[in-house]
């Protein structure tokens, strides 16, 4: 089954406390990409990557790092977490190169810090 | 980069009448549109989306309407069903989606 698979689902973490939250996804996408969503704001874009070892700023990436060593994968890493990290995540994939495609997304990671 | 701003932030309708939610971007450059609904507690997928070089499309009970010039788009949902309530996200894109700009979102409920 195709699908963006995100861990952990929920989180409650404390401030300064170093984590991680992994994406993988199975479709062999280029594209994938973090999004956290606030009620009222929408869906916002932390970081985004196009390739293997490319990846680019989106709209709100402070606070936030990630890596992308392999195709499947896409972690969020958050160094030191502070209660304005509190939020839903999403992560998502999409084949690149082309001029539409549907972005899919995770299941969404609830983050609570703090 | 680009701005997509979304009207209205709710919505209420009967079940059965129609519900448009409306759209505007900034980038004249954006040349796709795509529709997301996220029902409760679920992740966005696509409903629907439009090319810049096509000003209408329909899809059974749902149509978006493109307007290049104003700069803004439109979703059209008719005949409403309790199951249309959920999170309707509009977005743009230039050349395709690589990058998407979502808008705020539009919570709407059909009322039964």
């Known amino acids: 089954e195709a699908q963006v698979t995100q861990n952990p689902r929920y989180l409650i973490t404390v401030t300064g406390k170093k984590l991680t939250v992994t994406c993988s996804q199975n479709m062999n996408h280029e594209y994938m990409s973090w999004y956290r969503q606030d009620p009222g704001l929408g869906l916002r874009q932390i970081y985004y990557?196009?390739?293997?070892?490319?990846?680019d700023k989106g709209d709100v990436p402070e606070g936030y790092k990630v890596s992308r060593k392999e195709k499947r994968n896409f972690p969020l890493i958050l160094e030191s977490p502070s209660p304005n990290q509190t939020s839903l995540y999403f992560c998502a994939s999409r084949l690149a190169g082309s001029m539409t495609g549907e972005l899919f997304f995770g299941e969404g990671s609830r983050l609570t810090v703090l | 980069g680009e701005n997509v701003e979304q009207h209205p932030s709710t919505l209420s309708v009967q079940e059965g009448d129609s519900a448009v939610i409306k759209c505007t971007y900034s980038?004249?450059?954006?040349?796709?549109f795509p529709w997301y609904k996220q029902e409760l507690g679920k992740r966005p997928q696509l409903i629907i989306d439009?090319?810049?070089?096509?000003g209408e499309k329909k899809d059974q009970r749902i149509a978006v309407t493109l307007n290049k010039t104003a700069k803004h788009f439109s979703l059209h949902i008719t005949e409403t069903q309790p199951e249309d309530s959920a999170v309707y996200f509009c977005a743009a894109s230039v050349n395709g989606a690589n990058n998407l700009f979502f808008g705020t979102g539009t919570r709407l409920t059909v009322i039964p």
């Open positions: 439009i090319r810049s070089n096509v």
């Open positions: 990557s196009m390739n293997v070892e490319v990846t």
């Open positions: 980038d004249s450059a954006s040349n796709y």
